[in-house]
């Protein structure tokens, strides 16, 4: 199936029959692609310039949510690494609570909550020098610099700390119990 000037090649010997389908073999690849380029074209009918425009888009959005995926993964990181530093100054800083037979009260939320404590421990307590923190679902008892500290870290932690009141200096004049002080040591 060669055409008429390859045959002619062929009989005076300009051409081997090998270079003769070499060169029919490259001209129907040719054909080929070319026809592929036509079809490609007539089915894109978009501008190069929109084109472009959406794969820039498409790459900007890409971008934008792995910089979203990161930031979520490094908030977790940080949450996870708050949590064991706070884990780690509650057990390092607890006080042993050796059950005692005095009863102190404190709120945990909206409820009266008590733990029984030993008087030195009440007193401290009373006095500000401890804390009350709730951790792996029990109470305990750590310093109050250390519940500073994790109060930075994770403020719900510290379920009752010691804030001191602000000293009015000139007391209601319609309160009926002005002249009745209450005691530092009241136990309720």
Same mark, same amino acid.
């Given at each position: 199936?060669?055409?008429?000037?390859?045959?002619?090649?062929?009989?005076?010997?300009?051409?081997?029959?090998?270079?003769?389908?070499?060169?029919?073999?490259?001209? *129907?690849?040719? +054909?080929?692609?070319? !026809?592929? %380029?036509? #079809?490609?074209?007539?089915?894109?009918?978009? /501008?190069? =310039?929109?084109?472009?425009?959406?794969?820039?888009?498409?790459? *900007?959005?890409? +971008?934008?949510?792995? !910089?979203? %995926?990161? #930031?979520?993964?490094?908030?977790?990181?940080? /949450?996870? =690494?708050?949590?064991?530093?706070?884990?780690?100054?509650?057990?390092?800083?607890?006080?042993?609570?050796? !059950?005692?037979?005095?009863?102190?009260?404190?709120?945990?939320?909206?409820?009266?909550?008590?733990?029984?404590?030993?008087?030195?421990?009440?007193?401290?307590?009373?006095?500000?020098?401890?804390?009350?923190?709730?951790?792996?679902?029990?109470?305990?008892?750590?310093?109050?610099?250390?519940?500073?500290?994790?109060?930075?870290?994770?403020?719900?932690?510290?379920?009752?700390?010691?804030?001191?009141?602000?000293?009015?200096?000139?007391?209601?004049?319609?309160?009926?119990?002005?002249?009745?002080?209450?005691?530092?040591?009241?136990?309720?």
């Amino acid at each position: 199936m060669l055409n008429n000037l390859q045959e002619q090649l062929l009989k005076s010997g300009v051409l081997s029959e090998k270079e003769a389908k070499e060169k029919a073999h490259e001209v *129907r690849v040719e +054909a080929t692609k070319k !026809r592929k %380029r036509r #079809r490609g074209k007539k089915g894109n009918d978009a /501008a190069p =310039e929109a084109i472009e425009e959406r794969i820039q888009e498409q790459r *900007r959005e890409k +971008a934008e949510a792995d !910089r979203q %995926r990161n #930031r979520e993964r490094e908030e977790a990181r940080k /949450a996870q =690494e708050l949590r064991a530093q706070v884990r780690d100054l509650v057990q390092a800083n607890t006080v042993p609570n050796v !059950r005692g037979s005095v009863v102190y009260h404190f709120t945990h939320g909206r409820r009266v909550k008590e733990l029984l404590v030993s008087p030195d421990l009440h007193a401290q307590l009373s006095r500000g020098e401890l804390a009350i923190a709730l951790w792996d679902d029990a109470y305990t008892l750590v310093p109050d610099a250390a519940a500073t500290k994790i109060r930075d870290r994770i403020p719900e932690v510290i379920i009752w700390q010691y804030e001191p009141e602000p000293v009015d200096a000139s007391p209601d004049e319609d309160d009926p119990y002005a002249e009745f002080p209450i005691p530092d040591d009241l136990m309720w």
